[in-house]
Structure formats: structure tokens, C-alpha cells
């Protein structure tokens, strides 16, 4: 058997009870067909570098099992099939080591957490629509950064990688800036 990460990224307009059970037929087919299912990692809504079928946001997940490639195929086909994710990337993942039992645990807690917040906020929304979106973007957050807390112990460098990446794309387009705006400064002065 080989060992898969396979990242998802579903589409905002599904709820989150939808994607939960999209995940849970994906589970379950991977072990139907032979395979173990050692992480499912819900990362949450997050904004897309750009429009995918004019979404600009998704419902992140990563998933690490050991499955045969046929498995990994069917897999596929299946994400091809579905409507409600807009892009997926499988890689093989041999170097990565299965949590611990103590860290499955940790990552159980916080998918329950997670579903408990998406049921109280969907009841929350029928009551007051539109009410609190703030407030709901920050509770997403909240059990991403347990998730994060939880890798980063199992992994710093991918734990530490990740911000880093992120920030370098933030940060650059604000150093050339001013770059740009010296030089025609620099120009009429010469006038």
C-alpha cells in the first residue's frame, strides 16, 4: 500500500453538514476498497489566490490515508464526478507518519468541535439572518487554529512553512510600491 494526502478544496455554497457527509462518503469508499484513513485535517473556509468557477473562496481539507493506486484512481474519478469540489491535489506522501493515537484523538475533538460551531451557527443564521458575520468568521477560525496547533506539534516545519509562504506574498507586493513610486519621483526632479 502507499500512503496519499490528498487536499480539498469544496465549494463555499455547500453547506457544512453537505461537505461533512462528502467527506465521510470519501472515508468510507477508501476503506470499503482496502484502504485506512490516517487524518482528515479541516482547515475551513479560506479565500483562493483566484476565481475558480468564479469562486473566490473554498471549505479546505486534507486527508492522509494508505490505499492501492486503484483506490487513488477511483478516488479521483469520483472528485471528478462531484459538483461540489472545485479543485483537489493528490500526492504520495510515504515520508509522512500516521498520528499517534493521542493525536487522532486531538483531531477527532476538534472535527466534533468544528460541526458543533457549524450546527449552532446554521441555527443562529435561520434565526438571524445575516446577523453576526464577523462573529462567524472568527469561530472558523478558532478550530483551524486548533488543527494548526495540533500539526504543528506533529510538524513544525510544515506548521511554520505554511504562514511563511503566505506572508511572502503579502509582503512583496508592499516593498515594490514604493519602489515604483520613488523613480518617477526621482525623474521630475531631474526636469
Same mark, same amino acid.
Given at each position: 500500500?502507499?500512503?496519499?494526502?490528498?487536499?480539498?478544496?469544496?465549494?463555499?455554497?455547500?453547506?457544512?453538514?453537505?461537505?461533512?457527509?462528502?467527506?465521510?462518503?470519501?472515508?468510507?469508499?477508501?476503506?470499503?476498497?482496502?484502504?485506512?484513513?490516517?487524518?482528515?485535517?479541516?482547515?475551513?473556509?479560506?479565500?483562493?489566490?483566484?476565481?475558480?468557477?468564479?469562486?473566490?473562496?473554498?471549505?479546505?481539507?486534507?486527508?492522509?490515508?494508505?490505499?492501492?493506486?486503484?483506490?487513488?484512481?477511483?478516488?479521483?474519478?469520483?472528485?471528478?464526478?462531484?459538483?461540489?469540489?472545485?479543485?483537489?491535489?493528490?500526492?504520495?506522501?510515504?515520508?509522512?507518519?500516521?498520528?499517534?493515537?493521542?493525536?487522532?484523538?486531538?483531531?477527532?475533538?476538534?472535527?466534533?468541535?468544528?460541526?458543533?460551531?457549524?450546527?449552532?451557527?446554521?441555527?443562529?443564521?435561520?434565526?438571524?439572518?445575516?446577523?453576526?458575520? $464577523?462573529?462567524?468568521? /472568527? %469561530? @472558523?477560525? #478558532?478550530?483551524?487554529?486548533? &488543527? =494548526?496547533?495540533? !500539526? *504543528? +506539534?506533529?510538524?513544525?516545519?510544515?506548521?511554520?512553512? $505554511?504562514?511563511?509562504? /503566505? %506572508? @511572502?506574498? #503579502?509582503?512583496?507586493?508592499? &516593498? =515594490?510600491?514604493? !519602489? *515604483? +513610486?520613488?523613480?518617477?519621483?526621482?525623474?521630475?526632479?531631474?526636469?
Amino acid at each position: 500500500m502507499r500512503r496519499y494526502e490528498m487536499a480539498l478544496v469544496a465549494a463555499p455554497t455547500l453547506s457544512e453538514e453537505e461537505h461533512d457527509r462528502l467527506i465521510t462518503q470519501f472515508e468510507e469508499m477508501i476503506s470499503e476498497m482496502g484502504g485506512v484513513v490516517h487524518k482528515v485535517e479541516r482547515w475551513g473556509r479560506r479565500k483562493l489566490a483566484y476565481p475558480i468557477r468564479k469562486f473566490t473562496e473554498g471549505n479546505y481539507t486534507i486527508l492522509l490515508y494508505d490505499a492501492e493506486p486503484e483506490v487513488e484512481q477511483e478516488f479521483l474519478r469520483r472528485l471528478r464526478l462531484s459538483d461540489g469540489f472545485i479543485r483537489w491535489l493528490s500526492v504520495r506522501a510515504d515520508h509522512q507518519k500516521p498520528p499517534t493515537p493521542e493525536e487522532k484523538a486531538a483531531l477527532e475533538e476538534a472535527r466534533r468541535e468544528y460541526l458543533r460551531r457549524a450546527a449552532e451557527r446554521a441555527t443562529r443564521g435561520e434565526e438571524g439572518e445575516g446577523e453576526g458575520s $464577523a462573529a462567524d468568521a /472568527g %469561530q @472558523e477560525a #478558532a478550530p483551524a487554529a486548533e &488543527a =494548526e496547533g495540533t !500539526a *504543528a +506539534e506533529t510538524a513544525p516545519e510544515a506548521a511554520t512553512e $505554511a504562514p511563511a509562504s /503566505g %506572508q @511572502e506574498t #503579502a509582503e512583496e507586493p508592499a &516593498a =515594490e510600491a514604493p !519602489a *515604483a +513610486e520613488e523613480a518617477p519621483a526621482a525623474e521630475e526632479d531631474k526636469e
